[in-house]
């Protein structure tokens, strides 16, 4: 039977490991493909454009905008970040689930666009864990750490518009988790009416001859 993708939505507060859970995802099963976002924020050391993301200046991505090539795009901690449409488009199309590792304001905007999206929600165990994940990180100075951790307040007030949360205590059952919530979304009867369509037909058929 040939499976439509879902576009699966992945969000979390900074810190959460939302990022090694979709790399756990992508390595251990073959279904998913990564959308690679653009952003006007700056390189980490070790992130790569093209694979981390699309890093570009603030003309480029409004450029970008203009042209309509983002299907949604958001303003987080004072850096744009946005969604490139054909990639998403073209992987759905052929049947892969695609992943958007985005923040809160995009994933609304997705859910109202794309209503049958899968809107995922990474947890950390408790706030102080996630405190001392983002400072273990070392990537970010103290100001920073801070701003996420007011953004991280503020994007728990929207946690209950998504569709499931995913507690990341260990990273191997999170991921499993995950997959399994993916799994059961492909067998919603919605996303399954052709098959479901086929079988009532056959159904009407053998009783006809009986
Ligand atoms: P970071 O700077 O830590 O890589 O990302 C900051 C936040 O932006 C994260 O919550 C990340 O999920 C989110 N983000 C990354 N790409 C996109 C995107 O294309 N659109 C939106 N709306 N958020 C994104």
Request: charged residues 30%; contains cysteine.
């Amino acid at each position: 039977m040939n499976r439509e993708g879902i576009l699966v939505v992945i969000s979390g507060f900074a810190g959460t490991g939302k990022g090694t859970v979709v790399k756990g995802l992508l390595e251990k099963y073959d279904n998913f493909a990564l959308s690679v976002s653009m952003t006007t924020r700056q390189p980490r050391p070790g992130e790569e454009n093209g694979k981390s993301y699309f890093f570009v200046d603030k003309e480029t991505f409004e450029k970008t905008i203009e042209e309509g090539g983002l299907i949604e795009h958001a303003c987080y901690c004072d850096n744009y970040y946005g969604t490139p449409k054909a990639y998403v488009e073209e992987q759905l199309k052929a049947g892969k689930d695609v992943i958007l590792e985005i923040e809160i304001q995009g994933a609304l905007n997705i859910k109202k666009m794309f209503p049958t999206a899968l809107l995922l929600f990474i947890m950390p165990p408790s706030a102080e864990e996630l405190k001392r994940r983002l400072v273990g990180r070392g990537t970010e100075t103290p100001e920073v750490i801070d701003k996420r951790m007011r953004r991280a307040a503020e994007e728990s007030e929207g946690i209950d518009n998504y569709d499931y949360i995913v507690i990341n205590d260990k990273v191997d059952q999170c991921v499993a988790d995950t997959y399994s919530i993916i799994e059961a979304a492909h067998m919603r009867p919605k996303r399954n009416m052709n098959f479901i369509n086929k079988i009532r037909h056959e159904l009407n058929e053998i009783s006809k001859g009986e």
